[in-house]
T-cell receptor, first 112, second 112 residues
Framework: GQNIDQPTEMTATEGAIVQINCTYQTSGFNGLFWYQQHAGEAPTFLSYNVLDGLEEKGRFSSFLSRSKGYSYLLLKELQMKDSASYLCAVDPGSSTLGRLYFGRGTQLTVWP | DTEVTQTPKHLVMGMTNKKSLKCEQH?????MYWYKQKAKKPPELMFVYSYEKLSINESVPSRFSPECPNSSLLNLHLHALQPEDSALYLC???????????FGPGTRLLVL
């Protein structure tokens, strides 16, 4: 089976930096996605990694190590509006026809 | 533009009712998805349409019936639902079946 693991909850203070980890064990690998989801709303796409290394997009960065089955999402200069659930999702590859496997989500709470 | 629209936003229905959820995108995406999401859980894939053909059915009960009338539209027909089917129903689309998925705002369904 496909296994995606991430912490359930994290807390941080405004202005700080937080790193949300995701480990995966899947039958193949065709990319890893990070989504942000505020309570009661739809997931919003944040980043996509398919090659090893760091992808930076403003305050958010995402890192991938395929050999370790590991990714993290780095959020800098935290703001209250960053309080949300962060979902890690893996596409295992063509045999799964575009099916994404999601982790349980990490609920991030940012305190003033 | 990465907009996926869904109607209605909220739906309350009885167990004997028949209703439909609608999803639309005008980004030229050729893959469309239905997900079900319960509170504090990740989205669960229900169906995938690729080039207007059903490519994945995740063993969803027949009381859920998907339909893809054309490349821009995706419907989910509901009949004889159970209270445990109450959830947020999310539609997503992507350029192709292995590309980044963009989610609509969802329909919050309550079955009484």
């Amino acid at each position: 089976g496909q296994n995606i693991d991430q912490p359930t909850e994290m807390t941080a203070t405004e202005g700080a930096i937080v790193q949300i980890n995701c480990t995966y064990q899947t039958s193949g690998f065709n990319g890893l996605f990070w989504y942000q989801q505020h309570a009661g709303e739809a997931p919003t796409f944040l980043s996509y990694n398919v090659l090893d290394g760091l992808e930076e997009k403003g305050r958010f960065s995402s890192f991938l190590s395929r050999s370790k089955g590991y990714s993290y999402l780095l959020l800098k200069e935290l703001q209250m509006k960053d309080s949300a659930s962060y979902l890690c999702a893996v596409d295992p590859g063509s045999s799964t026809l575009g099916r994404l496997y999601f982790g349980r989500g990490t609920q991030l709470t940012v305190w003033p | 533009d990465t907009e996926v629209t869904q109607t209605p936003k909220h739906l309350v229905m009885g167990m004997t009712n028949k209703k439909s959820l609608k999803c639309e995108q005008h980004m030229g995406h050729r893959a469309m998805y239905w997900y079900k999401q319960k509170a504090k859980k990740p989205p669960e894939l229900m169906f995938v349409y690729s080039y207007e053909k059903l490519s994945i059915n995740e063993s969803v009960p027949s009381r859920f019936s998907p339909e893809c009338p054309n490349s821009s539209l995706l419907n989910l027909h509901l009949h004889a639902l159970q209270p445990e089917d109450s959830a947020l129903y999310l539609c997503a689309s992507s350029q192709g079946p292995e590309e980044t998925q963009y989610f609509g705002p969802g329909t919050r369904l309550l079955v009484l």
